[in-house]
């Protein structure tokens, strides 16, 4: 009875612990290295049919926020040498953008080009090809800046 | 052999096309119903020993991008009805920030309050007590912003 119990009780922080995370789109743009300014990078996100609709409004924005998953890379350090630094000096990966972060997810505003069907394409993306694409979300001040009162 | 490299592709299909995020740290805030103002809650980030030093340099920024998730929530809606929307009209999840998403993640700016050991400290997270945190990122114009040349 007791096992019974310790068991149901792992198996529920299992459940909490982790979220699987379903790739929506995947980006193609045919970059395989780093370009010289990934500004100037167009990328088309092909959504899988069943996310069509889900698209509907988004050729009225400028831009979007697209969470992605670094694919190329595995495992993480828990300091890092930030992208700009004038030194040798580490940051925790958690103050920085580096991509060796426990859970692989770049976050990036891009700009968009336009939507036709299931493809949105876009500019300003800094994922190589074949990067999946797990979330768009529209910019809303209430929630990118610290400015403004928010409800929910 | 051929039903030998089905297996193996369908295998590495499934590799890429989902991510298993851990959870990094656990909001406790004792919000269990959705307050007036979330800009005026204080939460504490409860970070895994593990990423104390990851945390390194977090108390040096003012403000920090969390992706938390969104853990009340089962299914997905398409189409959504924006919070500030003044009529019945409805638009593609992926052009809101409703918490009907694909995949479950929010995305929230937040005040740095402070930072002691494994305990970060934020206002204006707008997460329930006990929601999942997956990841902490700098604020940085070359991703944040439309306007600056980037490199990586």
């Known amino acids: 009875m007791k096992r019974s119990y310790q068991k149901r009780d792992s198996i529920t922080l299992l459940e909490n612990a982790a979220l699987r995370l379903r ?36 050729d009225r924005l400028k831009s979007v926020w697209v969470i992605f998953g670094f694919n190329r890379h595995r495992g993480w350090s828990p300091r890092v040498r930030p992208r700009c630094a004038k030194d040798d000096s580490l940051v925790g990966v958690f103050a920085s953008r580096s991509s060796k972060r426990p859970n692989r997810l770049g976050l990036t505003l891009v700009d ?32 990118d800046s610290r400015q403004r009162p928010r409800n929910r």
Chains 1, 2 share one sequence.
Do not use: M
């Open 23 to 58: 790739k929506v789109a995947t980006v193609v743009n045919g970059v395989t290295e780093t370009p010289e300014d990934w500004h100037k990078v167009t990328s088309k996100l092909v959504f899988g049919n069943e996310y069509v609709d889900a698209l509907s409004g988004l």
């Open 112 to 143: 968009i080009v336009n939507v036709k069907g299931n493809i949105v394409t876009v500019r300003g993306l800094d994922a190589f090809d074949g990067s999946p694409i797990y979330d768009l979300k529209n910019q809303d001040d209430d929630y």
